[in-house]
Nanobody, 119 residues
Framework: QVQLVESGGGVVQAGGSLRLSCAAS????????MGWFRQAPGKQRELVAV???????NYAESLKGRFTISRDNAKNTVYLQMNSLKPEDTADYYC?????????????WGQGTQVTVSS
């Protein structure tokens, strides 16, 4: 089992910045992917960004240039730096931890942290 603890959400004015953190603990498989997804009210959960243990990243195209994902493998922690925030970035942000072992995919989700961007 993997436990994920997210932090850093809150209320910010448009144009502001926030930094989200997600720390993983438990049975951590050394080769994994951590990332962030978000879900706005009435919408489906969507990819924000993911990063592998080796540092490869994948971003939602619309967020490139404003959001930056990074990780500290020694701390099993992933970060999301969000700049130039817009009201449409308002959503619950969820951390996801994924690894593959013996042909099986294992996916764990955090409880979510709320981000509200006021206009």
């Amino acid at each position: 089992q993997v436990q994920l603890v997210e932090s850093g959400g809150g209320v910010v004015q448009a144009g502001g910045s926030l930094r989200l953190s997600c720390a993983a603990s438990g049975s951590i498989f050394s080769i994994n992917t951590m990332g962030w997804f978000r879900q706005a009210p009435g919408k489906q959960r969507e990819l924000v960004a993911v990063i592998t243990t080796g540092g490869s990243t994948n971003y939602a195209e619309s967020l490139k240039g404003r959001f930056t994902i990074s990780r500290d493998n020694a701390k099993n922690t992933v970060y999301l730096q969000m700049n130039s925030l817009k009201p449409e970035d308002t959503a619950d942000y969820y951390c996801r931890f994924t690894y593959y072992r013996l042909g099986n995919e294992y996916v764990y989700w955090g409880q979510g942290t709320q981000v509200t961007v006021s206009s």
